[in-house]
């Protein structure tokens, strides 16, 4: 399952309603549907839609629960076409990788993006496909450079999946919290949204914990 996927699929169940207290809107509750509707009609105003986003991002920042998630969702077609620009700039990897990382930088624009200038989440779509972009670059020149050291002795095989997630957390490389989160969703077909709920941890916070965790594993066993 895809990332984009699991956040689907994670938000599914409190998809029901936003407190939207924006104008030109009374004052109500709003399905979250609803509210992407609005955001998606081509009739509704620049102004009308960073008045919005301006709301999603301040609910955000002051980590109300799940706003993180339904920023995320409210902004999927944006997120979606950044993962594919990232995929087509680095074709070998998986849909996972680039959504992860277009992701990552989506949730890190929403801590830094300026509220008071417009286009709000165009800004915070454009800071995915940066964030995704610059790691794609960074494969590449790290697949060059590999390319150069063909001529090694092969590198023997690490062994079974767990025991190298038991020797990281050993060794101190990455806690138990995220070796679980890495296995479960990695290798033993649960969601993010499912093994992130077993160890007390919002989705997006473990989507993070997740992809640090993999990137050391990764630091570790190629050095």
């Known amino acids: 399952m895809s990332v984009i996927a ?8 409190i998809e029901d309603t936003v407190n939207v207290l924006i104008a030109p809107y009374q004052p109500t509750s709003m399905r979250i549907s609803e509210l992407s509707s609005i ?18 991002v301040k609910w955000a920042r002051d980590k109300e629960p799940y706003s993180t998630l339904i920023a995320i969702r409210l902004a999927l077609p944006g997120i979606r076409h950044a ?12 849909d996972s990788d680039a959504e992860n990382e277009v992701i990552a930088g989506f949730l890190t624009g929403l801590s830094t993006v300026d509220i008071d200038e417009p286009r709000i989440c165009s800004r915070l779509c454009g800071s995915a ?7 794609a670059r960074r494969q590449i020149a790290s697949a060059r450079a590999a390319q150069t050291h063909r001529s090694q ?8 999946v767990d025991l190298v997630l038991a020797r990281a957390v050993a060794e101190n490389i990455i806690t138990f919290t995220a070796a679980s989160l890495i296995y479960r969703t990695r290798f033993d077909g649960d969601t993010i949204a499912k093994a992130a709920a077993s160890a007390g941890l919002e989705t997006t916070c473990a989507i993070r914990i997740r992809k640090s965790a993999e990137r050391a594993v990764k630091d570790w066993l190629t050095k």
């Open 153 to 160: 002795t092969p590198r023997p095989q690490y062994g079974h």
């Open 39 to 56: 955001l998606l009609d081509r009739a509704t105003s620049q102004e009308v839609r960073d008045l919005i986003w301006r709301h999603i």
């Open 83 to 94: 993962a594919k620009r990232v995929k087509a700039i680095y074709p070998h990897t998986a």
């Open 6 to 13: 699991e956040i689907e699929t994670a938000i599914a169940p």
């Open 129 to 135: 496909f940066s964030a995704g972009r610059t790691w």
